[in-house]
């Protein structure tokens, strides 16, 4: 069985300022985890993904994402927010072998002030 | 090359009418999924297919609802009795095996 929580539904920060978007996963095995960006009328975008490589993954716009197993945790960060950031932001956790539908978490809604 | 496309992009139908729409997944790719997204919430799992498997079907929220994948190629989502409940964006994506899934713009539904 696998889930994932996203601990903010909103997020709230000045252009210019850090970017923390939070996602815990449960997952048996060890998973695939992922970050997708949806922006308004907007189909998903993967921003990024882990796939047992490197801890720390790099993905577009300046985002990043670092697994950590013991903390079961996959957040998201950017040290700098744009305008163009404002988007709802999707972690998605998924086991391994090709049989396994991926498991949504419910969004984070980041919004940008100028 | 070309991406997830869907069509229609929007969808107005009458209460009790049927609508199906369609989804061509990026060439080559095995697994195809289909997910519902009601206004301001996130994505809801309807029905995978992978390759020549039986497809997972337990997303589906009523016997209204099937879909239907020709080999490894197009897929249509049917809905029969449309309900105003069914009123969303309807997402499709692809992917190869496991790896990363490709979505599509999506398809706006609205049943009067």
């Known amino acids: 069985a696998q889930s994932v929580t996203q601990l903010d539904s909103h997020v709230s920060v000045s252009e210019g300022t850090p970017v923390l978007l939070r996602c815990n996963y449960s997952s048996s095995y060890s998973p695939s985890l992922f970050w997708y960006v949806q922006h308004p009328n907007k189909g998903l975008q993967l921003l990024l993904k882990y796939t047992s490589a490197a801890t720390l993954v790099k993905g577009i716009n300046g985002f990043e994402a670092e697994f950590k197993k013991s903390e079961t945790s996959f957040h998201l960060t950017k040290p700098s927010a744009h305008m163009s950031d404002a988007a709802e932001y999707f972690c998605v956790v998924r086991g391994p072998g090709g049989s396994y539908i991926p498991t949504f978490g419910r969004g984070t809604s980041l919004i940008v002030h100028p | 090359g070309a991406g997830v496309s869907q069509s229609p992009s929007n969808k107005v139908t009458e209460k009790g009418k049927d609508v199906e729409l369609r989804c061509d997944p990026i060439s080559g790719h095995t697994a195809l999924y289909w997910y519902r997204q009601r206004l301001g919430q996130g994505l809801e799992f309807l029905i995978y297919?992978?390759?020549?498997?039986?497809?997972?079907k337990s997303g589906l929220p009523s016997d209204r609802f099937s879909a239907e994948r020709t080999g490894e190629s197009v897929s249509t989502l049917t809905i029969q009795r449309t309900q105003q409940e069914d009123s969303a964006v309807y997402l499709c994506?692809?992917?190869?095996?496991?790896?990363?899934?490709?979505f599509g713009p999506g398809t706006r539904l609205t049943v009067l």
């Open positions: 994506a692809s992917s190869f095996l496991a790896h990363e899934q490709f």
């Open positions: 297919f992978q390759g020549n498997s039986a497809p997972d």
